[in-house]
């Protein structure tokens, strides 16, 4: 079917763009102002609206003068908030990467990869330690959490500066070395992404949207700044234009640190528009405008939406959040009514007052230390006691306790859990997650938005040296698995994950139980596996030597899955890898590979068998025909001439493992030590005469044959044996 052109495949203008701008403001109106207030209360000042209608009525009432109100505030909406903030980060909440088919090589390699570069976010951002924080306070507080993603090029150390370029000839400069200039005016940067809170009163929709994941757009409203606005676009004159009819204008802006509205001035109100991927705009798409005209357009970079948004509690009717503050409001209001009547009691009646009678006269007393007196004539004056408000005290404390009550909390107290079984306060611990169990699921599901968009935008923008450091040098190879991974939802699965301390506690007893029942029956490969599971310790470089057989098969798994062919080395577990290859090729999904990787697949497993099979004929050549010449150097009763002198002999000396190997082979035929020491010393002379007979004149055999040891005193004319005969000499 063929879609005639018209409105819905046309951008935007500005003139459609400011609609949307005030069609998303007049929505929300009320609860952009709710979100304000609640923030005013979070932060004490419950009294900072002078005109509003309530606090008017209160101010205007005829019992007392204006001078004597007195408006004091028991701040328990910041304690409760604390409470839920603290309640929602003590579990620890995470994210956690899983393969979505767990038999599948890629896929587990895959989340391994996700986690390392995630962690490495984590880390470099510090998303673990602050901006978690940051973001349960505006989660409890506001009632929406929300955040914009995005890489800036600009952002980051900087790695080095361009080279310099002459003006005249525009060739680049070196120095005297031969080096390259740097132009220290052009640093280059190494880039880093941005996490940009965003709070729910700057945050605008589409008004016919039932979701705010449904809404077609969303609209970021701040203020920028004009000289930092100028010097983004100082090379485009007609954006200028737009920046500067806007200069003189001023802008009431909402201060939470000063507890109210400012004016600002020099400032320019900028509006950032995203759009999600839809018929219009296939690709999403991107304004950022003032109220003048459009600053900068585009396609979002890899059609990645960068807000992720979250609700604390969401209402019908409206896909807008809500905050828990709603509900304390009333009480807050009661609760600090209270206080301030009681403090108003105290100083208008608080004093004892002296009530004295017609006629009665009352003069100064004698004044004696520490006493005070007073003289009067006539009759006695009385005593009229002060009040001190305790008449609302009562109601005051009720309110509190009710205030607590609704909101499901209660004062934080220690309590002593030393001598309990580590299974009773893992039971106890989750018993009390029972009750901020729904708002904890619901801001993890925000961290795990927020983990896929990262690691979504990762792949566009991190570079290859990044991402080196990111996953570790030793999983450089398998870089391609993270940048051409399909996407999350396909490969991975991001789940929420509570690291709290009961959380690890539960882990490490699992673990112990299993290495105790079953740690006898497991290989040091599987051994090593789940020890790198323990949450208390990092095994990785401990335990490193039993995992590294399993390390280099999924590697060389991964590697011959993308058709490339992995070096074989000598000192690799040939035996181990062979098995967990031969595994791979029974996969059912194996037949479907490509026909080459098929092909690598038998090589590398014909190279494995060939390497192992010329170790195994080394093993035997080793144990059958090679002597030992390890060992110590024994001295024996046998006299071999002296390299240095020929003319002399001297005793031989023989390494250790060589004399051992010689009676193993006199036993291996029949022969012990004992047998021939009982031959007669005929039968000893005729197997020497045979083995090396000698040559007249007592002179030895050409060294071809043996050589006969000089006669003298205590010498032996025994004959050495020639090599091959089971001896040799001088190793």
């Avoid at 009819?245 to 001023?250: I, N």
């Avoid at 807000?307 to 896909?319: D, S």
């Avoid at 190279?607 to 150097?633: C, F, W």
């Avoid at 006199?666 to 090396?692: F, P």
Wanted: proline share 6%; aromatic share 10%.
């Amino acid at each position: 079917m063929e879609m005639k052109p018209d409105n819905l495949t046309q951008v935007h203008d500005i003139e459609a763009l400011n609609a949307l701008h005030l069609e998303g403001e007049t929505c929300d109106v009320e609860i952009f102002s709710e979100m304000r207030s609640n923030l005013l209360l979070v932060s004490g000042e419950h009294y900072n609206r002078k005109y509003s209608n309530f606090f008017r009525r209160l101010r205007e009432t005829k019992e007392l003068n204006s001078e004597q109100k007195i408006r004091l505030t028991k701040n328990h909406v910041q304690k409760i908030c604390k409470i839920y903030s603290n309640n929602i980060i003590a579990l620890a909440p995470g994210v956690g990467f899983e393969p979505k088919n767990s038999s599948e090589l890629s896929d587990q390699k895959a989340a391994e990869l996700h986690e390392s570069v995630w962690q490495d976010a984590c880390e470099k951002y510090s998303i673990e330690t602050d901006r978690i924080d940051e973001w349960a306070d505006c989660f409890v507080n506001i009632g929406e959490v929300a955040t914009k993603i995005f890489y800036d090029p600009q952002g980051g150390p900087v790695t080095h500066f361009e080279q310099l370029v002459d003006e005249a000839s525009g060739q680049p400069m070196f120095d005297q070395m031969g080096q390259p200039m740097p132009d220290k005016t052009k640093p280059v940067f190494a880039g880093a992404f941005v996490f940009e809170d965003i709070y729910g009163f700057n945050l605008r929709r589409d008004p016919s949207c039932k979701t705010m994941d449904e809404s077609s757009y969303l609209e970021i409203q701040k203020m920028v700044p004009l000289e930092k606005l100028k010097k983004m676009f100082e090379g485009d004159p007609e954006v200028q234009k737009f920046i500067k009819e806007s200069q003189d204008e001023t802008f009431i802006v909402f201060d939470n640190a000063r507890g109210g509205y400012q004016r600002v001035k020099n400032h320019a109100a900028v509006r950032e528009y995203y759009f999600r991927q839809s018929a219009r705009y296939p690709e999403g798409y991107f304004f950022i405008t003032t109220k003048e005209g459009i600053l900068a357009q585009g396609v979002l970079p890899g059609s990645i939406f960068p807000i992720v948004y979250k609700a604390y509690e969401t209402i019908p009717t409206t896909p807008r959040g809500r905050s828990p503050i709603k509900q304390m409001r009333p009480y807050q209001v009661e609760i600090n009514r209270s206080a301030s009547k009681i403090a108003e009691h105290q100083i208008t009646l608080g004093d004892d007052k002296l009530l004295i009678q017609n006629g009665t006269k009352v003069s100064p007393g004698m004044e004696l230390p520490g006493v005070r007196s007073i003289n009067y004539t006539g009759q006695e004056p009385g005593v009229l006691p002060g009040r001190d408000g305790s008449q609302y005290t009562q109601y005051m404390l009720s309110q509190i306790q009710e205030l607590y009550q609704v909101m499901g909390v209660e004062e934080d107290t220690l309590k002593d859990q030393s001598g309990q079984e580590p299974y009773t306060l893992l039971f106890q611990a989750a018993s009390k997650k029972r009750y901020f169990q729904r708002n904890v699921r619901r801001f993890e599901s925000f961290l795990v938005n927020v983990c896929k968009t990262y690691l979504k935008l990762a792949k566009v923008h991190l570079p290859d040296d990044q991402t080196i450091y990111a996953v570790g040098r030793n999983e450089q190879i398998n870089i391609p698995e993270f940048k051409n991974a399909k996407d999350i939802c396909y490969q991975i699965k991001v789940e929420p994950q509570s690291d709290d301390i009961e959380t690890k506690l539960g882990k490490q007893m699992v673990l112990n139980h299993a290495l105790q029942y079953a740690g006898a029956q497991l290989k040091p490969e599987d051994m090593g596996k789940i020890l790198r599971q323990m949450p208390y310790a990092n095994f990785d470089e401990s335990f490193d030597d039993l995992t590294i057989d399993y390390d280099s098969a999924v590697n060389d798994i991964l590697a011959l899955d993308r058709g490339q062919m992995p070096q074989v080395n000598q000192y690799d577990n040939h035996v181990y890898l062979i098995k967990r290859l031969s595994s791979r090729m029974r996969k059912a999904d194996f037949p479907f590979l490509p026909p080459q990787v098929q092909q690598l697949y038998a090589q590398i497993i014909d190279q494995h068998q060939q390497i192992e099979a010329q170790n195994q004929l080394a093993v035997q050549r080793a144990k059958s025909g090679y002597i030992p010449t390890d060992g110590y150097m024994a001295v024996c009763d046998l006299y071999v001439p002296d390299p240095k002198d020929p003319t002399t002999s001297k005793r031989a000396r023989i390494p250790y493992s060589s004399l051992q190997w010689l009676v193993q082979q006199l036993e291996a035929q029949g022969q012990d030590l004992q047998q021939l020491e009982d031959m007669n010393q005929g039968a000893q002379a005729q197997i020497a005469n045979k083995m090396s007979p000698t040559q007249p004149g007592g002179q030895a055999n050409p060294p071809n044959q043996g050589h006969m040891a000089p006669q003298g005193p205590g010498m032996s004319p025994w004959q050495i044996p020639q090599a091959g005969n089971g001896l040799t000499y001088g190793r």
